[in-house]
């Protein structure tokens, strides 16, 4: 079990350093200050991960063509992901927190169990989210067919890979 628990400790402190940079310079504003931040944020309708949002394959017309979805289809895929989207929002909201509430402990020096057991309530919400995740995309495959499925998955992978080609183009 100790074995477990540094390995474990080990990959929360160095692996999330590169991906949560940004967090350092966070840490000098005051959560009111970050909270503002991040609802200006979602007013502007961009997300507080820094990501340009992708278009809703389901409801962009160009991309509706392009893959052959309905209205009906358009519907109810919209409504798999109306209806996902506040616990999903919430789960990022908590995990957030509890990942601050992490780093905080080990910035402090907390005791090793005070750690392990925040360590298991971060993971154990990280999990429940991307299960969340799996499941509205579960769902919304349902309302596809097979075809629509395949052209579905090559889209999204060749928007996320532009999307991230421009941001590695500006971080340059």
Same mark, same amino acid.
């Given at each position: $079990?100790?074995?477990? /628990?540094?390995?474990? #400790?080990?990959?929360?402190?160095?692996?999330?350093?590169?991906?949560?940079?940004? &967090? !350092?310079?966070?840490?000098?504003?005051?959560?009111? *200050?970050?909270? /503002?931040?991040?609802?200006?944020? *979602?007013?502007? =309708?961009?997300?507080?991960?820094?990501?340009?949002?992708?278009?809703?394959?389901?409801?962009?017309?160009? #991309?509706?063509?392009?893959?052959?979805?309905?209205?009906?289809?358009?519907?109810? !895929?919209?409504?798999?992901?109306?209806?996902?989207?506040?616990? @999903?929002?919430? =789960?990022?909201?908590?995990?957030?927190?509890? &990942?601050?509430?992490? /780093? #905080?402990?080990?910035?402090?020096?907390?005791?090793?169990?005070? +750690?392990? %057991?925040?360590?298991?309530? !971060?993971?154990?919400?990280?999990?429940?989210?991307?299960?969340?995740?799996? @499941? $509205? #995309?579960?769902?919304?495959?349902?309302?596809?067919?097979?075809?629509?499925?395949?052209? +579905?998955?090559?889209?999204?992978? %060749? $928007?996320?890979? *532009?999307?991230?080609? &421009?941001?590695?183009?500006?971080?340059?």
């Amino acid at each position: $079990m100790a074995r477990y /628990s540094a390995w474990l #400790l080990a990959a929360v402190l160095f692996a999330p350093a590169p991906a949560r940079a940004w &967090e !350092v310079c966070e840490r000098s504003q005051t959560p009111q *200050q970050r909270a /503002s931040q991040g609802a200006d944020q *979602q007013k502007a =309708g961009r997300p507080d991960d820094g990501h340009k949002p992708l278009p809703k394959w389901w409801i962009d017309p160009q #991309l509706r063509s392009e893959l052959g979805i309905t209205d009906q289809q358009s519907a109810a !895929v919209d409504a798999v992901w109306q209806k996902s989207l506040p616990a @999903l929002r919430e =789960g990022h909201a908590r995990l957030d927190k509890l &990942e601050d509430a992490l /780093s #905080l402990m080990i910035r402090d020096g907390a005791d090793e169990q005070t +750690v392990i %057991a925040q360590i298991e309530k !971060v993971e154990t919400t990280r999990a429940d989210l991307n299960k969340g995740r799996t @499941l $509205m #995309l579960y769902r919304m495959n349902r309302v596809l067919t097979v075809e629509q499925r395949v052209k +579905v998955d090559a889209k999204v992978k %060749a $928007m996320h890979q *532009q999307r991230d080609g &421009e941001r590695r183009d500006l971080s340059r």
